[in-house]
């Protein structure tokens, strides 16, 4: 009888742990599904127009962060940037924005890319800090450190992978099924090492250098929405129109979040 | 058989050296920096070259040599209980224990798999407590102590204490749920919702809701919970049992370790998580189950099959079955 007692105390145990088991996924209302079916219209170079601008941040821009790269000597001793991607800019301009066409596009389709677009991992650091692709388009991430790094992908729509690349060197390729901005990136064995992809079904998009500037060529004339998307300070949208020949002009002024 | 005793206790602090290494893995978010099993970025696991543990590889990579060490120490805990235990409850107890840490493992190697998921990694957090009560239940069942059956007329007292036996049979029961609660929180990352301590969002009940912050709470009220029976467990203790120092000693041991954790509770919040505290928090929760499980276990000596009646069965030898036992364990 009492032997009949331990073994279902224990069992009780069991089983509580699988029912207490349970919790919540993150969700991310940053992403979007892929339009369903792909448009007849191409753009046609000699009707297009442009859009430039330039994002801009008021107030005093935070300092970068130093990124404590000691957990691993290999980082510490080759590491030539160990200022965080987050802030960058000067004279209240921002760096690091992804800014592309939100909505506009409908009814076009555009040329398959076959270049890839590299993300490099060096002076463990994801080079660049944010990137974008097209749908499908072949994504090549490459090692060029002389320790080890994991690439953990964590999207919301896309397919989360992780893979390490413990040699100098190595690369694999990657693409994506779905529209989703944006796929964040991270090393787990290094964690101060992030990077951001915007993954687009257009060619449309742009990541503001460190004067803030950015250009879109080639777009089909009419009225877009564009969006601006930075890591810390969220996202800013403007209604634009392009014209046949013209260059749309855009900014964005982005603040601390309150 | 002492021999085997002091094996038991080695087994347990390992096991508790396993948790602490766990617990870093999740407090340093590395928990996917190996992001193959039971390979460690393709070699043996074994021959995973040490200049290369570094960053979160240190914690995951360590977590899982220390796991292979405790693995192997319960075989060899369940072939020695095996071969010289007379007990057989006891033996089966070892068999479970092997059971349990090589589905801990397998749970282990799952949630790296597919991106710990939250039902896994908190799974493994929980069977976790499990295997290091199974351990700590053996190291007790195979103590000098446990074994001398010639002082079990001393427990009539407690074992006609109704009350004591209720509350000290549901104290582990609910740290081992107050566990649960914490482990869903720290893998569905609610350990800061409620950004503030001791109070919560400048009151005491959340002024707005949602899972992260419910499953928050519910392990702040859990604590306290768990607080006020180890004080009760105490208090009675005291009051009618003062003279089993067996008793009291766990039971002082778990008034200390329940307001250092507490105290570690609030320190992890206030400190945003810091990865020694938060670790910290997780081990001396198990420490607490552990204590909580020794009292619980001792004050329930008189429903284990050792400690029944004489059933006077002779045996080819002359010797009764509980007097056999006696002999056997001497």
Known sequence: MQQRSLWTVFSVLV??????????????????????????ATVDPATAGNLSGMVMFEGELPAAEELMMNSDPVCAMNATNTMSGTYVGSDGHLGNVFVYVKEGLDGYSFPEPTE???????????????????????LQIVNSDPTLHNIHATP???AEFNMGQPVQGMEFEQSFDQVEVMVPFKCDVHGWMNSYLGVLDHPYFAVTAQDGMFDISTLPPGDYVIEAWHEALGTQTQNVTVTTGGTAEVSFTFTIPS | MTWLHWYARLLCVATLL????????TSTGAGLSVPDWPNTYDYFMFAFPLSKMVGGIFYEHGHRMIASIVGMLTIGLTVWLYRREPRQWVRRLGFIALGAVILQGTLG???VLYFLPTAISVSHAGLAQIFFCLIVSLALFTSAGWRNIQELHRHEPV??????????????ALVYIQILVGATMRHSGAGLAIPDFPLVFGGLVPSTWN????IHYAHRLGALATAVLILATLGHLVAHHRERRDLLHPAWALVALVIVQIGLGGWTVLSQRAAIVNTAHVAVGATVLATALVLGLRINRHRFPDAQPLKHKPKPDGLTETSALSAGLA
């Open chain 2, 18 to 25: 396993l948790i602490v290494a766990g617990g870093m893995v």
């Open chain 1, 116 to 138: 890839p677009v590299r993300l490099n991992q060096e002076g463990c650091r994801y080079t660049p800090h944010v990137l974008g692709v097209r749908v499908g388009q072949t």
């Open chain 1, 156 to 158: 919301a729509a896309n």
């Open chain 1, 15 to 40: 089983i509580a742990t699988a029912v207490a088991c349970g919790g919540g996924e993150d969700s991310n209302d940053s992403t979007e599904s892929a339009p369903a079916a792909a448009a007849a």
């Open chain 2, 159 to 172: 074992r006609r204490d109704a009350v004591i036996v209720r509350l000290a049979t549901a104290l582990p």
């Open chain 2, 211 to 214: 899972f992260s912050i419910a």
């Open chain 2, 109 to 111: 190697g799952i949630t």
